[in-house]
Every structure is written in C-alpha cells, then in structure tokens.
C-alpha cells in the first residue's frame, strides 16, 4: 500500500463521526479497499472485536483479525459480505 497518497488526507475526523458507520478507502494501484470503522452497529461492540497489529512501511495499524472478521460478515443480510466471509473461510479454514 502506498501510504504516500495525498488523496487519504482529504478523509476527516467529520467524515468519521457522520451518518455512516465506516467509510471504505481504495488505495491506488491495489486491488482491494480498506474500511474505515468510527462505530458499530447493535451485533458486535468493540470488546468483541479481536485486534491484529500490522506494520504497513513505517506505519503501523491496527485491524481485526481475520476471524473476527469473519464472523462479523457471515451472517449479514449484504451478499458482497457473505461473499467476504465464504472466502475467509476458505482461505483460514474457519468452520461454521
């Protein structure tokens, strides 16, 4: 990931306490994108959440971990999560 992007500084401390919940972040030259995450919804909080700490260049980030993630997106009604989660999943071997 480029952390050189001059487009991330136009994401805001406002856009984070807005309307929506996340705000998804696509870095240039990669094929996927980042979800931003200010607050959650009523299935999980964050005492639920398992943190995974990465070092990305000099920067380091905290994220959940892959399971977690899974089991925040097996379960929802959008089909592009259930798809996310099929795919952890497979790629973790994380059982139902």
């Known amino acids: 990931m480029r952390l050189d992007n001059p487009s991330i500084d136009e994401i ?36 639920d959440l398992d943190i ?20 925040m997106k097996r379960d929802t009604v959008r089909l592009r999560d259930r798809a996310d989660a099929e795919a952890l999943r497979e790629l973790f071997g994380f059982e139902d």
Not at 23 to 34: H, K, S
Not at 54 to 71: C, D
Request: net charge negative; hydrophobic share 40%.
């Open 52 to 71: 995974d700490e990465i070092e990305v260049g000099p920067a380091r980030f905290k994220v959940v971990s892959p399971e977690t993630l899974y089991r």
């Open 12 to 47: 805001t401390a406002g856009d984070l306490a807005g309307a929506y919940l996340a705000i998804q972040y696509g870095p240039p030259d990669v094929d996927y994108t980042i979800d931003l995450v200010s607050r959650l919804g009523d299935a999980f909080t964050f005492d």
